[in-house]
């Protein structure tokens, strides 16, 4: 018998008590902890994900024939798009790479046809999912984040303890943020980031979606996983990070020679009560739900962090959820606040960097 799946309607997603209230007072102290690491700094990075390990082109092969149940949105039919991968890191500072810390994937797929979600990017050509090396946020929701950050804004004014806060300011996929509970001793806080995320091959993680998203018909996760044998070769292989620029260096070593296949997954909510909407601190159990295969993403071998490519995805390109087709909304209030605080902290970036933000529409404007 074939699961059942959970179709997207009014009341799968609840508003939040006070939740509007709480998602402007947590963009509000993001954008101060923002300008706070301008100064230290004096270019505007991320909030989060600030530091890149490798830019990547490639190609997203959607499988043809795929159940009703998976061809949905930009999933209906099989079709090649040019993608554009940002490997990344959480903190929202630059920091040596030996300090443990989430892992990220943002994958921006060009050439997606229809309107998509944000008015100012109705006629885009882009579709965003963003990803992470964990099944959960634990701050899952919109209330518990509120707190955190204002406890990171908090922490990050105390010179000693600017790098622990700052680890958690890309937070929202982060396991050190169960342990906090007051502003005393980092100590305890950095030792749970590096039980949770050891120093592993970034390119032999699996990655998840930060929450739920809508799944055209459905609701779901999407995952990323490794499909070609030298990539499951590197799965859970621990590494010697002790360089400041250690993640970086194996992604350009690896991809020198030699390229790769993930495969784009998605994971389908049967019962919200398990699989929740509106606490993304919940994982949802693969025994009830496994991930399902939806397509490959295909990267030769090249340059993954040229000057010129670095700067193009650093500073110029936004990857953002809300790129999205509204057959793929982010869905739960951690996502909700995620849209005030992607859209201001872009806004400001691009601004401080003299760099206006674009949209590709071509695949050959990320250069070589």
């Not at 949905?72 to 920091?95: C, D, H, W």
């Not at 919109?142 to 990171?152: A, E, F, G, N, P």
């Not at 806080?189 to 995320?197: D, L, R």
């Amino acid at each position: 018998m074939s699961p059942s799946y959970v179709r997207f309607a009014d009341g799968v997603e609840e508003i939040q008590p006070n939740e509007e209230q709480l998602a402007t007072e947590t963009v509000e102290s993001m954008a101060r902890v923002n300008r706070l690491m301008f100064e230290k700094h004096r270019h505007a990075i991320r909030d989060a994900h600030a530091k890149s390990h490798g830019i990547l082109r490639g190609e997203l092969h959607i499988y043809p024939n795929l159940p009703e149940h998976l061809a949905q949105g930009m999933f209906k039919e099989a079709n090649v798009y040019p993608v554009i991968i940002r490997l990344s890191t959480s903190p929202g500072a630059i920091q040596p790479d030996s300090q443990p810390a989430v892992k990220g994937f943002a994958l921006k797929i060009i050439g997606v046809e229809g309107k998509k979600f944000l008015p100012e990017e109705a006629d885009a050509l882009t579709q965003d999912f963003l990803l992470v090396n964990d099944t959960i946020i634990p701050t899952g929701d919109v209330k518990s984040y509120h707190d955190m950050q204002l406890r990171i804004e908090k922490l990050a004014h105390g010179p000693e303890l600017l790098q622990t806060a700052i680890n958690k300011v890309g937070v929202l996929a982060d396991k050190a943020l169960e342990v906090v509970q007051d502003l005393g001793g980092p100590k305890k806080e950095v030792n749970m980031v590096v039980q949770a995320h050891p120093n592993r091959h970034i390119l032999g993680e699996t990655y998840t979606t930060l929450g739920a998203i809508r799944y055209g018909d459905y609701v779901a996760k999407m995952g990323v996983a490794p499909l070609s044998e030298n990539l499951k070769a590197l799965a859970g292989k621990e590494m010697d990070v002790s360089e400041p620029g250690a993640y970086r260096d194996m992604v350009v070593d690896f991809f020198r020679t030699q390229g790769a296949e993930y495969e784009l997954r998605a994971q389908l909510c049967t019962d919200l009560q398990a699989m929740p909407v509106e606490d993304a601190s919940i994982d949802w159990p693969q025994d009830q739900s496994p991930y399902q295969a939806l397509g490959k993403l295909v990267l030769p071998a090249q340059d993954a962090y040229s000057p010129a490519r670095r700067v193009f995805a650093d500073d110029v390109l936004s990857f953002n959820p809300f790129h999205c087709l509204p057959e793929h909304l982010p869905l739960g209030s951690i996502n909700r606040v995620r849209i005030k605080a992607y859209e201001s902290s872009a806004a400001y970036r691009h601004h401080l960097n003299a760099q206006p933000h674009r949209e590709p529409q071509d695949i050959n404007e990320l250069p070589d």
